[in-house]
T-cell receptor
Framework: SQQGEEDPQALSIQEGENATMNCSYK?????LQWYRQNSGRGLVHLIL?????REKHSGRLRVTLDTSKKSSSLLITASRAADTASYFC?????????FGKGTMLLVSP | GAVVSQHPSWVICKSGTSVKIECRSL??????MFWYRQFPKQSLMLMAT?????????EQGVEKDKFLINHASLTLSTLTVTSAHPEDSSFYIC??????????????FGEGSRLTVL
């Protein structure tokens, strides 16, 4: 069964606004990763947060992890039209990654 | 980061034919590669784990005789969809970890192959 479940399923914002996506999972993890997928393309790794970390930053991205609530959030600040894509969280257990259903983000100019 | 190349990027075939999709790691050795299938607006579903020099490990519900995987070298894994039917139409994506780069857990993905079976 799938581990991660993203929320919301779809998000529409204006350029310059912040976008927040949430991910909940069910079992223990080694790390949690966020990926981005442009329509019809492969996935691109954005950021990885380990189970003993609570927050991580990378450029305009900020990821939090709450292992007690089994949840993570991805914040994209000062969004741009080029950020339009689907965003997936993926949980890493023993050997494989399990992907959530993703959040489709639309950033309008 | 490491680069994974997938070919072809799209293919259209007739029902009953077989289609081969290649996944290559261009600048690193991939002893393990993962094959995923993605339906429109859906998540990625792991189909199988491809292991160099040994048999692939298939996920529950995935027919190994239908989806043949060969990982004959450290840089190439192939997925062959045999006797394809319209329900096999999907987006197939491969990925690989760069274990020699410190096994960060990050996966590097190919660009995907869109299969349409008529």
């Amino acid at each position: 069964s799938q581990q991660g479940e993203e929320d919301p399923q779809a998000l529409s914002i204006q350029e310059g606004e912040n976008a927040t996506m949430n991910c909940s999972y069910k079992t223990s993890i080694n790390n949690l990763q966020w990926y981005r997928q442009n329509s019809g393309r492969g996935l691109v790794h954005l950021i990885l947060i380990r189970s003993n970390e609570r927050e991580k930053h990378s450029g305009r991205l900020r990821v939090t992890l709450d292992t007690s609530k089994k949840s993570s959030s991805l914040l994209i600040t000062a969004s741009r039209a080029a950020d339009t894509a689907s965003y997936f969280c993926a949980t890493a257990g023993y050997s494989t990654l399990t992907f959530g259903k993703g959040t489709m983000l639309l950033v309008s100019p | 980061g490491a680069v994974v190349s997938q070919h072809p990027s799209w293919v259209i075939c007739k029902s009953g034919t077989s289609v081969k999709i290649e996944c290559r790691s261009l600048d690193f050795q991939a002893t393990t590669m993962f094959w995923y299938r993605q339906f429109p607006k859906q998540s990625l579903m792991l189909m199988a784990t491809s292991n160099e020099g040994s048999k692939a490990t298939y996920e529950q519900g995935v027919e190994k005789d239908k989806f043949l995987i060969n990982h004959a070298s450290l840089t190439l894994s192939t997925l062959t969809v045999t006797s394809a039917h319209p329900e096999d139409s999907s987006f197939y994506i491969c990925s690989a970890p760069d274990l020699l780069a410190g096994n960060t857990g990050e996966l590097f993905f190919g660009e995907g192959s869109r299969l349409t079976v008529l």
